[in-house]
């Protein structure tokens, strides 16, 4: 042992494996689906939930289809804003330096819920994303298979 | 040869990675240069408030010229266009006001490069992410050597970067998975670059005086090490740890070690230190199972390779890909991803001594290899000399 070198990727896959097999007989002992009997499928679950997990916000293709940010996404920071002309700055002062102090702790409360919840949301539309992947992948494997089966008849 | 370092913060008692990197480099690069660092009168990065005194001074073998700070950074506004730049579609305009509510704001080294930048043959930068790498650099281009420090986290994405990341006629990294980001962020090719590290000496004897039973330390114990705060994933950390003792793991104790800048959750198995001097901090590393660093955003883990240094395996945060990456080249360690990888994990260290053991040693053998300074200083200063296309001309006297 002292002189060998000690490779970790492998390591780290092989205490990967273990950990997944007894989350998967956990998870069975639980009453999880029955479909997790078999380790291949629970490996594949296991894969495609950790790579949405993984993967940055900043590259999800969905956001791109939701429309205008301001109409969908959580926003956690405060913008003022009066639209009156003359009395506008005097509202503005008065909302900043008076108002937003005396709410402040609500405010910091419910912004590190709407993180919280972004976070989830981040999250979901990422295993959307992911399994619409896996989808596409499979119907591409599909219609190649059709063609070859088509060619050979 | 003539160098400036250009830097946020600068001097012995400063703490901060680029900081640390930015004197250390800039004090080797003195034994044969003409060496100038030009920085902020802060010492503090989270008010960037004036506390050395401006104009120039020595600070080891170094000529460092500080310049003062025009205004405290005000967090509440960095907070508000934080928001408005990282989470949504923002303007140059709000994006450029990121950088100013950033600062250190410093219109005296900004005003300094202007008047006398083509005084210097080659002038360093440390850190992209602060002013007077943002406002400044431009000014000076042609001669301007970037070292980004650049990590993973949102300011990379943001447009405005990339014209930065163009401007620079060539790079020092401090990891592969560093240039890679830079390069894979850049729209346009990068100019020459290369990796450099930062050098490590080597470690230093354990001295017998420190009691650590007597701080309230009792092996086993895993060790963090240096600020404590959620931005270095000190949240996800506890968080991972409690959920480790909940599901049975064995016992061992977490220590931490460094300046709070966050809650320390009240829990039994979890000791804080604060920040320790340097002879326990030494006992610490001699003493600890394993290191653990749970930071998402690195571009090099300088403390990673002071345990490594030190025969301490190490367990890092593998959501990092410079973490991960450091740990996957040495040897030296597991990464971990989620929750349940990090109690695996840790687990099976802890289970398996012998291991740890030999990951350790894999990575003090790496740390020889790779990170001891005549090798670092020997990539440096020959980028230095092939991005002037001549050799270096040595200090006369150095």
Known sequence: MADETIQVEPLMREIEDRLRDDVRRR???????????????????????RRAADRPASHALLPEFLGPESGWRLQTHLRFSSHRTVAGPLVLFIKRRVLLPLTRWLYEYSADNFRRQERVNRMLVACIEELAIENARLRRDLGRLDERVNMTR | MKLACVVQRYGAEVTGGSERHCRVISEHLATHHDVTVLTSCAQDYVTWRNAYPSGETTVG??????????????????????????????????????????????????????????????????????????????????????????EEDPLIWVDIVDRLFSLPVGYLFLTPEEA????????????????????????????????????????????????????????????????????????VQLVMAGFPNMPIPPHPAIRCLGVVDEPLRVALLANACLLVVPSPFESLSMVLLEAWNQRLPALVNGRCAVLHGQIVRANGGLSYRHAIDFAASLGYLLNHPEVARQLGRQGQVYVEQEYRWPRVME?????????LGRPLSVRPGA
Do not use: M
């Open chain 1, 27 to 49: 998870l069975l002992a639980q009453g999880g689906a029955p479909e997790y009997q078999d380790p291949d499928v629970f490996r594949a679950v296991d894969r495609l939930l």
């Open chain 2, 180 to 251: 890679d980001l830079v390069r894979g962020r850049a729209t346009r090719p990068l100019p020459p670059s290369c990796v450099i590290g930062c050098g490590v000496d080597p470690p230093p004897a354990v001295g017998p005086g420190v009691d650590l039973a007597a701080i309230g330390v009792s092996p086993p114990f895993i060790l963090y090490l240096g600020r404590i705060e959620p931005n270095k994933g000190c949240d996800t950390l506890f968080e991972y740890f409690d959920k480790y003792l909940e599901s049975g793991g064995r016992p």
């Open chain 2, 61 to 150: 073998p170094v000529k460092v010229v500080r310049f003062p700070v025009a205004r405290q950074r005000h967090l509440g506004r960095l907070a508000e266009i934080s928001d408005v730049v990282f989470t949504t579609r923002s303007s140059p305009e709000e994006q450029e006001r990121w950088f100013v509510e950033n600062g250190p704001e410093v219109p005296g080294l900004i005003e300094h490069l202007g008047r006398h930048g083509a005084d210097y043959d080659r002038i360093l930068f440390w850190t992209y992410r602060y002013y007077q790498t943002f406002f400044g650099l431009p000014l000076v281009a042609d001669r301007a050597i970037l070292v980004p420090t650049a």
């Open chain 2, 379 to 387: 990539k440096v200063e020959s980028f230095l000399e092939q991005s």
